[in-house]
């Protein structure tokens, strides 16, 4: 059934074997570490969504699975209105917590291997991975659990395929088979909020050939099993969050990735979704690929509202709210950010089914189109509102500054703008306005997550059909059809066998 958030903080509380790494340190307790609180906290805002009145509908979904409500974060796409509303869903969810909260590439695991274990025991009648998934997501959705997606190899030297590199183990791959199970190696790395999950789900990064045939493989562990490290990354202005301010760091709202090692990791066969079928790793990485770009749709939208809010904020606060050219400024990011949005609603409304049984995918090249615009829009976004706010975005004193008796009075006094603003409200949006629009999670994540903009270039070429738009044009510009006729072909000669 549906967990609330504290339901959540508690049950990754107890997750104690867990080896998690940050800064140096192992972690303990992820739920106290001041520098993965805020991560926790952004996660939690999954489950509290269910529970709140402006989101409670949009959180909750029927599972026919389970025959009873889920939070949305687990539930498999019944129709075109399910995507659409994980797209509203992420939307609003960045109003809550200003920052990525990490729990769809989770999800869009769920989806893609539900899509890709019912497909291969529809075709090859194979129905064990099918089994396996369907108990392991009974599992999930009856838990509410918290789950990572784990897909990004290490990739070690990136011309060379997995089973060609120099370090065997810069792809994950099975390196040795049981009778009750596999045991796995290697890395994956860029993993977004691996540290606060209960478990983590593992997929292939790329499509394989026969020789990779040991690295195809997909499965679930929790976080806490023997042999799985986690090292959190950092990220800019991080360290912000151990000072114990409320203000420079905005210490509720943070996300994280991390790397995370799999040193021979036992993993039994019902966790076991994929193994060796290199032939459907293709299929798999690309239905997961564009499900995660038609999430961008929403969540960086969402996120474009609380910079296109705090930019409002800080034009009204130095009296340039009303000028045209704010104006003019203003509605250009509305432009921007409303074009993302726009196109994750497209590539969920055109939905695609690709089972008897469900299995609802999005368009394929509005998803790639929606996570192109994410990977180019955000940084200008990002732009406009510096230029709008000015130099104090990054310059500002501390917070500490601004708390220090002796000089506050100075700094409230030749900080303010219009008078009826107090100085402590401009600052407070300058900081949110730093925090989120120079972020990792509104910058560079934006280009290289669910795959980099080459990627999404790759999948124009092969989706639009350019034969077919040469034959619109040429029939339009009345062109006369010619058609090249193959060569007459030449007399044959008796070869030299029929000679003798
Ligand atoms: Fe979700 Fe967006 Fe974070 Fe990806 S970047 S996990 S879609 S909030
Ligand atoms: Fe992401």
Same mark, same amino acid.
């Given at each position: 059934?549906?967990?609330?958030?504290?339901?959540?903080?508690?049950?990754?509380?107890?997750?104690?074997?867990?080896?998690?790494?940050?800064?140096?340190?192992?972690?303990?307790?992820?739920?106290?570490?001041?520098?993965?609180?805020?991560?926790?906290?952004?996660?939690?805002?999954?489950?509290?969504?269910?529970?709140?009145?402006?989101?409670?509908?949009?959180?909750?979904?029927? $599972?026919?699975?389970?025959?009873?409500?889920?939070?949305?974060?687990?539930?498999?796409?019944?129709?075109?209105?399910?995507?659409?509303?994980?797209?509203?869903?992420?939307?609003?969810?960045?109003?809550?917590?200003?920052?990525?909260?990490?729990?769809?590439?989770?999800?869009?695991?769920?989806?893609?291997?539900?899509?890709?274990?019912?497909?291969?025991?529809?075709?090859?009648?194979?129905?064990?991975?099918?089994?396996?998934?369907?108990?392991?997501?009974?599992?999930?959705?009856?838990?509410?659990?918290?789950?990572?997606?784990?897909?990004?190899?290490?990739?070690?030297?990136?011309?060379?395929?997995?089973?060609?590199?120099?370090?065997?183990?810069? !792809?994950?791959?099975?390196?040795?088979?049981?009778?009750?199970?596999?045991?796995?190696?290697?890395?994956?790395?860029?993993?977004?909020?691996?540290?606060?999950?209960?478990?983590?789900?593992?997929?292939?990064?790329?499509?394989?050939?026969?020789?990779?045939?040991?690295?195809?493989?997909?499965?679930?562990?929790?976080?806490?099993?023997?042999?799985?490290?986690?090292?959190?990354?950092?990220?800019?202005?991080?360290?912000?969050?151990?000072?114990?301010?409320?203000?420079?760091?905005?210490?509720?709202?943070?996300?994280?990735?991390?790397?995370? &090692?799999?040193?021979?990791?036992?993993?039994?066969?019902?966790?076991?979704?994929?193994?060796?079928?290199?032939?459907?790793?293709?299929?798999?990485?690309?239905?997961?690929?564009?499900?995660?770009?038609?999430?961008?749709?929403?969540?960086?939208?969402?996120?474009?509202?609380?910079?296109?809010?705090?930019?409002?904020?800080?034009?009204?606060? &130095?009296?340039?709210?009303?000028?045209?050219?704010?104006?003019?400024?203003?509605?250009?990011?509305?432009?921007?950010?409303?074009?993302? !949005?726009?196109?994750?609603?497209?590539?969920?409304?055109?939905?695609?089914?690709?089972?008897?049984?469900?299995?609802?995918?999005?368009?394929?090249?509005?998803?790639?189109?929606?996570?192109?615009?994410?990977?180019?829009?955000?940084?200008?976004?990002?732009?406009?509102?510096?230029?709008?706010?000015?130099?104090?975005?990054?310059?500002?004193?501390?917070?500490?500054?601004?708390?220090?008796?002796?000089?506050?009075?100075?700094?409230?006094?030749?900080?303010?703008?219009?008078?009826? &603003?107090?100085?402590?409200?401009?600052?407070?949006?300058?900081?949110?306005?730093?925090?989120?629009?120079? $972020?990792?999670?509104?910058?560079?994540?934006?280009?290289?997550?669910?795959?980099?903009?080459?990627?999404?270039?790759?999948?124009?070429?092969?989706?639009?059909?350019?034969?077919?738009?040469?034959?619109?044009?040429?029939?339009?510009?009345?062109?006369?059809?010619?058609?090249?006729?193959?060569?007459?072909?030449?007399?044959?000669?008796?070869?030299?066998?029929?000679?003798?």
């Amino acid at each position: 059934g549906l967990r609330t958030g504290q339901q959540y903080v508690e049950g990754i509380k107890n997750r104690k074997h867990a080896k998690i790494y940050v800064m140096g340190k192992k972690v303990t307790d992820v739920t106290t570490n001041l520098f993965l609180k805020p991560s926790v906290e952004s996660f939690k805002a999954t489950f509290d969504a269910a529970f709140q009145e402006d989101t409670r509908d949009l959180a909750r979904a029927y $599972s026919p699975y389970i025959g009873e409500e889920v939070n949305r974060f687990v539930h498999i796409h019944q129709s075109p209105a399910d995507l659409v509303a994980k797209v509203k869903l992420l939307r609003k969810l960045s109003h809550k917590t200003g920052t990525c909260f990490q729990r769809c590439v989770g999800w869009d695991a769920l989806n893609t291997l539900y899509i890709v274990t019912h497909k291969i025991a529809a075709r090859e009648g194979r129905a064990e991975y099918k089994e396996r998934f369907m108990k392991y997501l009974e599992y999930v959705q009856r838990n509410d659990l918290a789950l990572a997606g784990a897909m990004t190899d290490v990739k070690g030297v990136r011309t060379l395929r997995p089973s060609e590199q120099p370090n065997p183990d810069a !792809y994950v791959r099975v390196v040795e088979q049981r009778d009750d199970g596999i045991v796995v190696r290697g890395a994956k790395a860029n993993i977004t909020g691996i540290a606060v999950v209960d478990e983590v789900i593992v997929l292939p990064t790329r499509a394989m050939t026969e020789s990779d045939a040991s690295y195809a493989v997909a499965f679930a562990v929790p976080l806490d099993t023997p042999g799985v490290t986690v090292v959190v990354g950092r990220q800019i202005n991080d360290a912000r969050r151990l000072e114990g301010g409320d203000l420079d760091g905005v210490p509720y709202m943070a996300h994280h990735e991390g790397l995370v &090692i799999f040193e021979d990791v036992f993993v039994p066969w019902d966790r076991v979704f994929l193994y060796k079928d290199w032939r459907w790793t293709g299929p798999l990485v690309e239905i997961f690929a564009s499900y995660h770009r038609q999430g961008y749709g929403g969540c960086k939208s969402g996120l474009g509202d609380v910079i296109i809010g705090a930019t409002q904020g800080l034009a009204r606060a &130095i009296g340039i709210a009303d000028k045209p050219a704010v104006a003019e400024k203003l509605a250009e990011m509305v432009f921007l950010n409303e074009s993302m !949005y726009s196109a994750g609603l497209a590539a969920s409304w055109e939905g695609v089914k690709l089972l008897d049984d469900g299995g609802w995918w999005v368009n394929p090249m509005y998803a790639n189109v929606t996570k192109h615009m994410v990977a180019r829009f955000p940084y200008e976004v990002a732009k406009i509102a510096h230029d709008i706010a000015g130099g104090i975005v990054g310059t500002a004193p501390s917070e500490f500054d601004f708390k220090n008796e002796e000089i506050r009075h100075l700094i409230e006094k030749y900080l303010q703008g219009v008078p009826d &603003i107090p100085t402590e409200e401009r600052l407070r949006l300058v900081r949110l306005l730093e925090n989120v629009s120079v $972020s990792v999670g509104y910058l560079v994540e934006s280009v290289h997550g669910a795959g980099s903009p080459a990627a999404q270039k790759i999948m124009f070429t092969r989706l639009y059909d350019f034969q077919k738009a040469e034959e619109i044009a040429k029939s339009l510009a009345r062109v006369k059809v010619t058609v090249k006729w193959p060569k007459e072909p030449e007399p044959r000669r008796p070869s030299e066998a029929q000679k003798t």
